[in-house]
């Protein structure tokens, strides 16, 4: 399985962030850091989410794309859209609640756009730790099916953090 890449462009206002491969963990940084970006941008009017080149995608960047919905709502008043013609992805997307907080579209979108690697940052342990609880936290408020999926995964997370914070105290 080919290992997830982050490419981005900006074409007339939309931001388009192109999700390549098996869009794991190692990659929520990118994603964290372009959408801080591009929400600060003047310019912005839009963005979308184009999973046309992603093989698969991890709950962590789920909750980040998630992420990228609630903000966007919140600070532009606007719902992105998310291209997936992959039924796979598709389906875990409809299971998890994103079509109550995107567009999704099915066809893939035709563009000649110049797209742009995004690097990630190397985190540390803790700071991928706060992600992943970030980003699962995210997706149980989409609703209740994964609140209760993810409430056991995060509850320990944020024990470990607890445990992780006192251990370096002593």
């Known amino acids: 399985m080919t290992s997830g890449e982050v490419y981005v462009a900006f074409v007339d206002g939309v931001h ?10 190692n990659l929520c940084s990118a994603l964290e850091r372009y959408l ?7 310019d912005f009017s839009h963005v979308m989410v184009d999973l ?13 794309i998630a992420k990228i919905a609630i903000l966007a709502q919140e600070r532009f008043g606007m719902r992105p859209t998310i291209v997936s013609p992959n039924p796979d992805i598709t389906r875990v997307l409809l299971s998890m609640g994103f079509d109550q907080v995107f ?18 940052r190397e985190v540390s ?22 609140e209760h999926t993810f409430r056991e995964l995060v509850d320990s997370l944020e024990a470990d953090r607890l445990a992780a914070h006192s251990h370096n105290k002593s």
Request: charged share 25%; hydrophobic share 40%; glycine share 6%.
């Open 16 to 25: 388009i962030v192109r999700l390549v491969g098996d869009v794991r963990l």
């Open 36 to 42: 801080d970006d591009i929400l600060k941008r003047p």
């Open 52 to 64: 046309s080149d992603a093989t698969g995608v991890d709950s962590t960047t789920l909750g980040q």
């Open 103 to 120: 567009n999704l579209v099915q066809d893939p979108i035709a563009t000649d756009v110049e797209f742009q690697q995004w690097a990630a």
């Open 125 to 146: 342990e803790d700071q991928a730790r706060e992600q992943v609880i970030e980003a699962h936290k995210v997706l149980m408020g989409l609703n209740q099916s994964n």
